[in-house]
């Protein structure tokens, strides 16, 4: 790797070290982790470091830990008992300062309040809060207690929430009145009401004060979180935890079909995420670290509350839509908190694309020194705007590619061990102690330049335990198609300097006259028209093609639809991906169906386009996006029909 080829602004930035860590670490990957965990206060060591059962891994089993304790009372004993932990801010202009000393005393409160409610050792506690400071706090007063966590994202449904609590058969739920989102309240407290008739597990609904808004409070059952912390001054010691006692379940975002409920052990997810957040976002003690995505996600867990809280940085949690009450809410966040460690989602980005560059122009963002991406992979051309209009070509991105499942990040650049020249658009190379590779069907190596799937050919230590009461799904789904390899399930390149390209999930694959194209190679190359915004590609039957493209285009702000525009967009795509890339269909619409994570459901769009049921929508974001897309569709097929 030569520090020649990078781009100059960021040649300052050590390149070298990474690929000799690397290398060393899949040497033993035992004594690397080993290593490794030793950066953790630990109450008493591992008997072993890993018992490998294939498809089962145990890590660091018989060591002892607390994550409440390392994420809080670790930093007491320093300057740091005094450092802020966490900035929040309300989508109503609210402001909350919490340091860590006060932190640690909201966290034990809570934790005796728990223990008082008859919560122990191995109860799983349910989560249903806006983004607000009490997220964290219960969090980590569920775990200091040695109870396991499951968070559900606040936007769903009392039906997506009741089959969550239900498979984890959860004996308390935490909420709010409710919450704040786009000016209007959120009735968390209602629909939390309502999930509760269907989840005979739960014995108390403890209730955060947000909004002040009237809601009933059923006697004997619920509970104002003020109250019962108020009684509670007492300190409560950390449970030394068993290393492979689970932390949290957390249910993935259902992009590809029913969510599946992730079980995370305590002491190897806690010792990964430690490393790789150092690794990958160089954690300094001046750190100011802001990752948007909402605590509901792993993204949220890893790297809102419990890495960066892990390394004592003080972080920013902004509780509301992203663009209220205007463009600009994440630009003046910035520079108002100095945030120098910026983590958010390509989805986010292309929607700030839309917006233009004005709003950005107005802030001051030179506090920033890395930007972050993770959801899915970022098209080069919202990488390029990424890089200028945010990070003043000055940050390099770490374009972080990991799941629910991993734990934390696998594949991204590592500038806090030595950054390599970057690439817009690929998550460069595996971080240290992570076997990953490209392979066929066949699970042989593929040459560069052709397109396999993504394996980790090793365990590591933030690998998911299981899923939760699904031991089978477990191993059918992730170690069944290579045996004893993990399958991701998703398409991956690597490029002839070893570079990784991911492409998209190898589910979404569409099969057009004898070739093979996924879908996010059809979708970067669709937003790479200067007209489109954000791009939803997809695959419909045809008797002769085997499949035909269908497109849901939305457009940039100062665009207008029109048949000129279409076959402007389909001549494009002839040329940048070629004849077989011609879509036969573009439908225009203001926005495409996500998930509450913000991922396209590119099923969802396939199932309409195919006159099938559109199949479990509970993780859907918007039902509007659908009611949209089926009008744009049945359009044009009446059209068609006269
Ligand atoms: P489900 O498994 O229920 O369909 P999901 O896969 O969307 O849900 P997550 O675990 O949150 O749930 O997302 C992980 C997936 O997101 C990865 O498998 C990959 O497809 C995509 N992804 C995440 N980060 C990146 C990235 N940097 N580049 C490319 N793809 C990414
Ligand atoms: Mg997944």
Known sequence: MQAESLPVELRYWPTKRYMDIYKKSL??????WEQEARNLEWFRTWDKVLDWDPPFAKWFPGGMLNASYLCVDSHLRSWRRNKVAIYWEGENGEQRTQSYSQLYREVNQF?????KLGVRDGDRVAIYLPMIPELAVAMLATARIGAIHTVIFSGFS?????DRVNDTKARVLITADGGFRRGKIIPLKEVADKAVRETPSIEKVVVVRRTGQEITMREGRDLWYHEITKATTKDVPPRPIESTHPLYILYTSGTTGKPKGIVHSTGGYLTFINRIYKWVFDLQEDSVYWCTADVGWVTGHSSIVYAPLMHGASIVIYEGAPDYPKPDRWWELIEKYKVTIFYTSPTAIRMFMRYGEKWTKEHDLSSLTILGSVGESINPEAWRWYFKHIGGERCPIVDTWWQTETGGVMISPAPGIGLVPLKPGSATFPLPGIDADVVDDKGNPVPPGVRGYIV????????FMTLYKDAKRYKEAYWSKFPNIYYAGDYCM??????????GRADEVLKIAGHRM???????AMVS?????????LGKSHEIKGETI????????????SSKLKDELKKHMRKTIGPVATPEEIYFVSKLPKTRSGKIMRRVLKALVSDQPVGDTTTLADKDSIGEAKRAYEELKQVMAE
């Not at 040497?27 to 690397?32: G, L, N, P, S, V």
């Not at 980790?456 to 690998?463: Q, R």
């Not at 996924?518 to 970067?524: A, F, H, N, R, V």
Request: proline share 3%; aromatic share 12%; net charge negative.
């Open 27 to 32: 040497d033993d990957i035992e004594e690397f």
């Open 111 to 115: 934790a005796s309040a728990l223990q």
């Open 456 to 463: 980790i050919k090793k365990p590591w230590p933030g690998m």
């Open 550 to 561: 269908v497109v849901f285009a939305v457009l940039r702000q100062g665009y207008n639809q």
């Open 518 to 524: 996924g879908t996010m190679e059809l979708e970067s």
């Open 494 to 503: 690597k490029d002839k300097d070893g570079y990784f390209w991911l492409l």
């Open 529 to 537: 028209h200067s007209a489109v915004a954000e791009a939803a590609v």
């Open 158 to 162: 009392s039906m997506a929430l009741a």
